[in-house]
């Protein structure tokens, strides 16, 4: 069992809550702040009352940013004038609809920036009363932050809220990736296109391979978010939503912490020495210099989610790990089976047994049995991929060894693709639009002249390539039957 941790003084004024409140429209808004003017746009944000006038001017102060975020004393406050400055000369683009055309407004943030100066003089100063800094909320920007906390309508206004110290530890993709999540959590999931997100960061022309993308922005802030904030979005439950063979939407399943989770990751309950088992269920301790079990490593590795969130006892846990009947993949999928029972409020009896129950018999719903078909549809494809790739190297070899010995080859396709009507008119229309006669390089550059030439060259040269088609197409169409049956 975990006991209530006592607070000192000190702890319980570090833990008076502070508000972030944002219309949505703010939330889904185009750009991308570092992390401190993050910090900044934050404290600026969660300073923000009902009650404050039109023109009022907020006071941003250093030691409040340093505390808030747990920062070490050795930072500066040229880093919160820096990004004051700069988030002066940057602008936000909100989306909206008019008259059914969508259509984008941009605007500033701040106006009036009052800090203090950066001279020698002054560096050699204590000046630690006087660091903060003045600004004023652009009236253009106001309906989202101000105006509609002071005039909320629940007819026409969405906002997101949520406490500040949930994102304290995130990083500014994770920030946003959070405020997005956060803004779907009643409904339990949501789906972005990619394109969507890169533009709501401003990165539309980087990270152009969707893997670089997901490991580097969203696979990354989605584990910073599970382990530091009050949502859960379980990494293998997301799914990757194709429009072909490219990935053009995720889906995040989202899941709130229980206050027993939150309290955890907080640092508010710490574990008393014995939890409180009856004297039968009482484990034996013993020391023992032995290397660690594999039911250790699994114990360790999903206690804060079976002891800690669905409340088994370590014991029972423990139980059956011992038996070596049970995985890190079988617990994960009784995890997410239970967790989805849960949110949906399917669990009769006791949460617990419920679990247990679930990695014993192997319990699955149709999400599980879909994650499961989707993982053997993408190992299925990644073979097929391999394949092609393998098969399409050794065609360019064969190809390379025929041209070499006679150049004929190469220019009787070509020909061969001016015969065929269809294929004419698309070179006349590339020589259209080069404004000259196609040469062999223009074939060699262009990728799709090239696979015609390459396609042309096989069908001219069919007994050059029927052990290599032999070899691959068979295993590649087995494997195709394979996702057709599964599907």
Partial sequence: MLRKKKLTQKEKRKKKIRLVVKANQL???????????????LSLVSSIAPSDEDDKIYRVWYRDIKKNFNLSSHQSYDLLRSAAIRL??????VGYVKDGIEREQQYHLIIGVDYIKDTKENRERNLKDQEYIDVRIDPMIRPYLLDFRKRFDSKKDRYTSYELRNVIYLQTYGIRIYELLKQY????????????????????DEYPKFANFYQMVVKRSIKDINKKTDITVPIDEIQKIKKGRRVHALRFPIYSKTPRELALIRGELQPSLFPDYTENEKPTIEVSEAKESQADRLFKSYEDVVVGSFGV????????????KYNGEDIEQAIAVTR????????????PGFFLNALKNGYTDPKEEAKKKARRIDKLNEEIDILRDDLSQKINIKIKEITNRDEAVTINAIEAMKANPLTDAMLRQK????????????????????????????????????????KYNPKIQALQKQIKDIQ
Avoid at 28 to 41: C, G, P, Q, V
Avoid at 88 to 93: A, P, R
Avoid at 444 to 457: A, G, K, S, Y
């Fill in 27 to 41: 939330v889904e808004a185009k750009y991308m702040f570092d992390i401190w003017e993050m910090r900044f746009f």
């Fill in 88 to 93: 002066f000369d940057k602008s936000l683009v």
């Fill in 185 to 204: 959590e009643k409904i339990g999931h949501r789906t972005i296109e990619v394109a969507t997100l890169k533009d709501y960061f401003n990165i539309t």
């Fill in 313 to 324: 006892t370590p014991t029972s846990f423990l139980k059956l790990l011992n038996t070596k």
């Fill in 340 to 351: 989805r029972a849960k949110h949906n409020q399917e669990i009769v009896k006791s949460v």
């Fill in 431 to 470: 020589e259209k639009s080069l404004k000259r006669p196609l040469e062999l390089e223009d074939y060699r550059q262009d990728e799709r002249l090239r696979t015609m030439v390459i396609n042309n060259i096989i069908q001219q040269q069919q007994d050059q390539f029927t052990s290599i088609l032999e």
